[in-house]
Structure formats: C-alpha cells, structure tokens
C-alpha cells in the first residue's frame, strides 16, 4: 500500500491527465463494443437511389428550348458545397401565370403577359442515398425540403430549392417497404 501511495505522490498533473484520457477511451470503447452506444455506421438503416425534386421559380428564358433536358447530366451543389453530376429523370415547366377576376366570384388563369420570358421549372434528378431516422443523407447532407441547391449544365446556373424527395422509381420494387415510409415521410406532397 506503501508502495502505491509513494507511486501516486510521483505522478505530475500532465501523467493524470494521461491516464485519465486513456481510461475513459478504454470507458467508451467498452461501451460501444457492448452495443450501449450507436455509431454512425449503426445510424444508416438502408441505401436506396432517391428522386430529389428541384423548384425554380421565375427562370428567365429567351430560347424556345428549355435549359433542362431528361437523360442529361448535371452538376448539383448542396448548402454551396460543390457535389457531384446528376441524372435528370424530369423536367416540368410552364409560363409565369396570373388570376384574372371573371363575373362574380369567378376567375381565370392565363400566362402573364407581362413576364413572356418568365417560366417555372421542376426538374427531378437521381441519386444514390443512405436512408437514417432522420431522413434521406446524399454526399454527406441531409435532404429536406426547403434547401437550397444549385444546377449547372452547360448553359446554366440556377439556384432552386428541394420541393420533395422520395424512394426512385426504379427502386420501389427493391426496397424495403418500411424504409420507403421512412423517406416520403412528411416528404411526399404528390
């Protein structure tokens, strides 16, 4: 007892503090060996290949073809982080519209007249995605409707915003049907 107590009263704080970080390392990985703790990899419940639907509002356009075109590729940034090309597997657009009252508590929609050039776009692209509780995960980020992303192709940079994500059409038949609740979840607006 002598002994130990003559070891202790050598130790200097820098060797306490040593000895502690190597015990409470040996803490947790015990811990997480015993399964008590998730890791990230235990997170991820399923990868499966995502529909991302990009909306982009008042896009103006001269041409008479529209900047996007399904089988194309296209580079996607995510929260201004470059990511990497994509597939275009949709593309939806029409002229800027305006309610025009008609008669009595009637009204009609027609093309802005105004706006010629002003068109909205919704443009699909595929990605691969790791699927955890909190949503579909692509490069790293968290998919959510409501993000800001941009497109650039060729002749185009445009900054759109996620509308909605959901399991890809090729994928359905191959995904566990839990894990596509899980993705259109709160997601699916259609």
């Given at each position: ?18 000895i502690?970080?190597i ?13 008590k ?6 997170q ?17 356009v ?6 996007f ?38 009204y009609?929609?027609?093309d ?5 050039f ?30 800001p992303?941009?497109l650039?192709?060729?002749?185009y ?13 090729k ?20």
């Amino acid at each position: 007892m002598e002994n130990i107590l003559k070891l202790v009263k050598k130790l200097r704080p820098l060797d306490i503090i040593i000895i502690a970080v190597i015990l409470l390392a040996l803490i947790i990985g015990a811990v997480t060996a015993l399964g008590k703790r998730a890791t990230s990899s235990k997170q991820i419940e399923a990868s499966t290949k995502v529909d991302i639907e990009v909306y982009f509002r008042g896009v103006v356009v001269t041409s008479n073809n529209s900047p996007f075109e399904v089988g194309d590729e296209t580079f996607i940034t995510i929260r201004n982080v470059p990511y990497t090309k994509l597939k275009i597997t949709s593309v939806n657009y029409d002229r800027k519209k305006v309610i025009l009252p008609v008669g009595e508590r009637g009204y009609q929609v027609i093309d802005d007249l105004t706006a010629p050039f002003n068109y909205d776009f919704l443009v699909t692209v595929e990605d691969d995605a790791k699927i955890t509780k909190d949503g579909a995960v692509v490069g790293g980020n968290k998919i959510k409707i409501g993000l800001p992303v941009t497109l650039e192709g060729v002749d185009y940079r445009l900054n759109g915003i996620v509308s909605n994500i959901s399991v890809s059409k090729k994928a359905e038949n191959t995904v566990n049907s839990d894990i596509e609740k899980q993705v259109n979840k709160n997601q699916d607006v259609h």
